[in-house]
């Protein structure tokens, strides 16, 4: 079946359907990841978008479901130059046509991705529609892509209700004791955040984005973990006014992504969007007090920005080597530190998952070396 990708800008790509045949209007974005594309596929953070993968065949080695980062996926579309017609692992469950049409997923292969992320790299991300429908009236789509905005994409994403885990419990150590309780603040968490803290001795319970801060501190955590999550940071003013209050009580933060954002705007600081973000896995951010850099995972289209980082309030802990953007802040007079890539990412890499110890620290805790 044949399928067009048009553009915001009028450019219209045509190839062949996958997945789900439904029409989709979404805003499309770029990864520069070789693999992973289960992980980016069940990611929550790209909740309103349909993701180009920049590397050419995808698909390759089909689809374990113990790799999804959440329940199901919350991508709108796919876009491929190549989708690979068999999958070759031994852990393979199924095709990626077959998980596309599950996750009801529509997307397009065999149009020319590198040409499309030339345009998206020049012009900045816009707004796409997927489409079986060859007969569109170019005029009416341009309408409905200049109207499009992405809305709600938090409250899509989140937790419906309270759920705690233990050691254990997504596939770790059940012989790990237990040292701390961490609340998670769920604005689009990835199964692996928990996973690092599980395994590390936390009880974590998991709270909807939209959790009143003293519901939260009325439990006792002795951490807070602010996740990553979809959507423009500023939209999400009831969850920044908590995150002043979560700020306020003393107890050590450790945000990630938009969560990052999040703490930001609630200390003062101001985010803007970014002309095509920065999504894939191959992403150097320096430690500013070490020098070292680490080569991160990262999935986001907002940044703080670094000239309206409240100087009493917090100083910039990592920047991005290729644009020297804001990656991490840490804050002075509270024991709260902040990142904007990924240090729990899967498939990889995982150079600064140790951050996770860091944290584990913060809360006088114990590491345990299983």
């Known amino acids: 079946m044949r399928a067009y990708l048009i553009l915001e800008d009028g450019t219209v790509f045509s190839g062949t359907g996958i997945g789900s045949t439904r029409e989709v209007v979404s805003e ?14 069940t990611d929550p953070s ?12 995808i698909g390759n080695y089909g689809i374990c479901k113990k790799d999804m ?31 596309l049409a599950e996750q009801d997923i529509p997307g397009i292969a065999g149009i020319d991705t590198r040409a499309l992320t030339k345009i998206l790299r020049k012009k900045g991300t816009m707004n796409g529609m997927i489409t079986t429908n060859s ?3 170019l005029d009416a789509v341009m309408k409905r892509l200049k109207e499009y905005r992405v809305l709600g994409a938090v409250d899509r994403v989140t937790a419906r209700e309270i759920v705690s885990y233990q050691p254990g419990d997504f596939g770790t150590d059940s012989s790990v004791p237990i040292t701390k309780k961490v609340a998670v603040l769920d604005v689009g968490t990835k199964y692996n955040i928990a996973r690092c803290l599980l395994k590390r001795g936390c009880e974590v319970t998991i709270y909807p984005a939209r959790t009143k801060a003293e ?13 990553n999550g979809p959507g423009d940071p500023k939209e999400c003013v009831e969850i920044i006014d908590n995150l002043k209050v979560l700020y ?9 992504c938009l969560g990052h954002q999040l703490m930001a705007l609630a200390s003062g600081a101001d985010t803007e969007k970014m002309k095509y973000g920065h999504r894939g896995a191959n992403h150097p951010v320096k430690d500013v007090k070490t020098g070292r850099v680490y ?7 907002y940044v703080v920005k670094a000239d309206t980082v409240l100087q009493d309030v917090a100083e910039v802990a990592f920047v991005n080597v290729n644009d020297g953007s804001v990656e991490g802040l840490r804050y002075k007079n509270k024991p709260v530190f902040t990142v904007q890539f990924h240090p729990e990412a899967c498939a990889g890499p995982r150079d600064s998952e140790e951050l996770f110890d860091h944290f584990i620290n913060m809360m006088g805790g114990k590491l345990c070396q299983k």
């Open 295 to 301: 080569i991160s995972s990262q999935n986001h289209g």
């Open 69 to 99: 980062e959440s329940k199901r996926s919350s991508v709108d579309g796919l876009i491929v130059r190549e989708l690979s017609r068999l999958g070759s692992n031994f852990r393979k469950e199924q095709s990626i046509q077959e998980f």
């Open 248 to 256: 306020a009580s003393g107890i050590p933060v450790f945000a990630i």
């Open 46 to 57: 790209y909740a309103g978008q349909a993701v180009t993968m920049t590397y050419p065949m």
């Open 28 to 41: 499309i974005v770029f990864n520069t990841s070789m693999t992973g594309y289960l992980e980016v596929l």
């Open 135 to 137: 007969t569109y009236e």
């Open 215 to 227: 519901d939260i501190l009325a439990a006792g955590p002795d951490g807070i973990m602010i996740t």
